[in-house]
């Protein structure tokens, strides 16, 4: 199981980024994935999270209305569109998913909202 994300980057506030994460190694379609991410001293966070099907997206309450999970199930890929970003958004971004009961995570991309 490998997961792979991509995206991140330095914006300035009100700007917009959109972070993907590539997975393989199991049958994507079959499992929810998430987005997390970890600011500096701070504790890791789940961000958002959609189900197999792409259904039921839920979010964090500091990004609603900002930032969109999606996937493509033909493409093993989800992705988080993030609108309207802020100083305080910016952290390490990690994809997530389990699977047979085991977490599993990729090296994180950067976000950094700063002017």
């Known amino acids: 199981v490998q997961v792979v994300e991509s995206g991140g980057g330095l914006v300035q506030p009100g700007g917009s980024l959109r972070l993907s994460c590539a997975a393989s190694?199991?049958?994507?379609?079959?499992?929810?994935m998430g987005w997390y991410r970890q600011a500096p001293g701070k504790e890791r966070e789940l961000v958002a999270g959609i189900t197999s099907a792409g259904s039921m997206p839920n979010y964090i309450d500091s990004v609603k209305g900002r930032f969109t999970i999606s996937r493509d199930n033909a493409k093993n890929t989800v992705y988080l569109q993030m609108n309207s970003l802020k100083p305080e958004d910016t952290a390490v971004y990690y994809c997530?998913?389990?699977?047979?009961?085991?977490?599993?995570w990729g090296q994180g991309t950067v976000v950094t909202v700063s002017s």
């Open positions: 190694g199991f049958i994507f379609s079959n499992y929810a």
């Open positions: 997530n998913t389990v699977v047979r009961w085991r977490d599993y």
